[in-house]
Every structure is written in structure tokens, then in C-alpha cells.
Nanobody
Framework: QVQLVESGGGLVQAGGSLRLSCAAS????????MGWYRQAPGNQRELVAT???????NYAISVKGRFTISRDNAKNTVYLQMDSLKPEDTTVYYC?????????WGQGTQVTVSS
């Protein structure tokens, strides 16, 4: 059974930082490209960042230069370091494989950035 468990969200002031973690089980993690996604209520899910099995990264224009995705294959964990946070980054963040597998969505972690 696949489980992706996100953590690390919280409340932070604009300009602050958070580090999200996603612990994966039930998948061959080291061979999967992984992604971080976010979805605000009433909006479509947005791809934020991706990392290939080889470590190549890609970012949405809205977060490029502020967010950093990384992975630790020994821990089956993918991270999202978020710096210079803005109020518009407020939403629920999810991890999944890339492309996202509909069966793998977890509960996500809430990020709230106050102005």
C-alpha cells in the first residue's frame, strides 16, 4: 500500500521560511520522479516543483528562486524548502510522484503565510 505523508506546514509571516517533508512508503522511491503540488479551495491543483530520480529539478515560475526541492533516497523522503514566502503561497501542499498518480494523494500539509 502506497503512503505519502506530508509534514512541516504551519503559520509563518511573509518573508519567512518553511521546510516541508514527504515520507514515502510502498513505492520504489529512488526510481520515481517526485513532485510537490498545491491546491487552494476552488482552484485546480498546481504543480510547484519536480525532481527526477537523478536529481534534476524544475519549478513553477511563481516559486522559482524562492523554493528548493530535494530528495533523500536513503530516507525515502522528498523535501520542499520554501523561502521568501508570500501570502499568495497560502494553501495546502501535497507530494506525489511526477506525473501524479491519482491513487497516491495524501492529506497534504497546510501552509499559511500572513501579511
Amino acid at each position: 500500500q502506497v503512503q505519502l505523508v506530508e509534514s512541516g506546514g504551519g503559520l509563518v509571516q511573509a518573508g519567512g521560511s518553511l521546510r516541508l517533508s514527504c515520507a514515502a512508503s510502498g513505492i520504489n522511491f529512488r526510481y520515481n520522479a517526485m513532485g510537490w503540488y498545491r491546491q487552494a479551495p476552488g482552484n485546480q491543483r498546481e504543480l510547484v516543483a519536480t525532481i527526477t530520480s537523478g536529481g534534476r529539478t524544475n519549478y513553477a515560475i511563481s516559486v522559482k528562486g524562492r523554493f528548493t526541492i530535494s530528495r533523500d533516497n536513503a530516507k525515502n523522503t522528498v523535501y520542499l524548502q520554501m523561502d521568501s514566502l508570500k501570502p499568495e503561497d497560502t494553501t495546502v501542499y501535497y507530494c506525489n510522484t511526477f506525473p501524479g498518480n491519482p491513487a497516491y494523494w495524501g492529506q497534504g500539509t497546510q501552509v499559511t503565510v500572513s501579511s
